[in-house]
């Protein structure tokens, strides 16, 4: 149980282009999942909090207009990287917290190894 | 200050011996401690959780927290080549959206 799934694995595109990614969990419902991106050699950094039917919250020093994440149902969001640029080339994770008596528990997706030309 | 402190490493030890990875946390009030380890290029992995004083075990690994000293700690038992990772450290506060995650101990298990 508590598998998260994420798509695409990988993308490379071109400067200025907008890339979706999805993140599903896939045998259960998550109300809550979380957004982070993470540099080569370096920890984890969380960019943004997600709640089915409400807006994200975002850390301090992200761009929420350039990072545009939507939590549409209780099994997926989306963030959508706008205007890629190389320096948003990262490895981005989602992950999902649990439910039912493992509520208190982060699951995480493959990741999404984005690079941008 | 970090909300969640751990030594980068790497740690190395022998195959078959026992590794212990060590990590503090800056909040008093946090009620939920969790190990995952990371392989180079992958995503994190849930391994243990514990939420109360004393020690978890399951199978090769034993969780230990610490609440009074704000300190938890992993031990892996007749470690393999396997083993070798980065682990993360995380601490959910009160709030259980609040996750906070160590930078990782690479650990290295030589053959």
Redesign the interface.
């Known amino acids: 149980g508590a598998v998260v799934s994420q798509h695409p694995s990988r993308v490379i595109c071109k400067s200025g282009t907008s890339v979706k990614i999805e993140c599903r969990s896939l045998d259960f419902q998550a109300t809550t999942m979380f957004w982070y991106r993470q540099f080569p050699k370096k920890s984890l950094m969380l960019m943004a909090t997600s709640n089915e039917g409400s807006k994200a919250t975002y850390e301090q020093g992200v761009e929420k207009d350039k990072f545009l994440i939507n939590h549409a149902s209780l099994t997926l969001s989306t963030l959508t990287v706008t205007s890629a640029h190389p320096e948003d080339s990262s490895f981005y994770i989602c992950s999902a917290r649990g439910t039912s008596g493992r509520v208190h528990e982060q699951f995480f997706g493959p990741g999404t190894r984005l690079t941008v030309l | 200050q970090k909300e969640v402190e751990q030594n980068s490493g790497p740690l190395s030890v022998p195959e078959g011996a026992i590794a212990s990875l060590n990590c503090t946390y800056s909040d008093r009030g946090s ?2 401690f ?1 190990w ?1 380890r990371q392989y180079s ?6 391994i243990m ?1 514990i ?1 109360s004083n004393g020690d978890k075990e399951d199978g090769r690994f034993t969780a230990q927290l610490n609440k009074a000293s704000q300190y938890v700690s992993l031990l892996i038992r007749d470690s393999q080549p396997s083993d070798s990772a980065t682990y ?1 450290c ?1 601490v ?1 506060g009160g709030n ?2 609040k ?1 906070y ?4 101990t690479k650990l290295n298990v030589k053959p």
């Open positions: 009620q939920s969790f995952y290029g992958k995503s994190p992995e849930l959780s939420y993360l995380a959910n259980f959206n996750f995650f160590g930078s990782g």
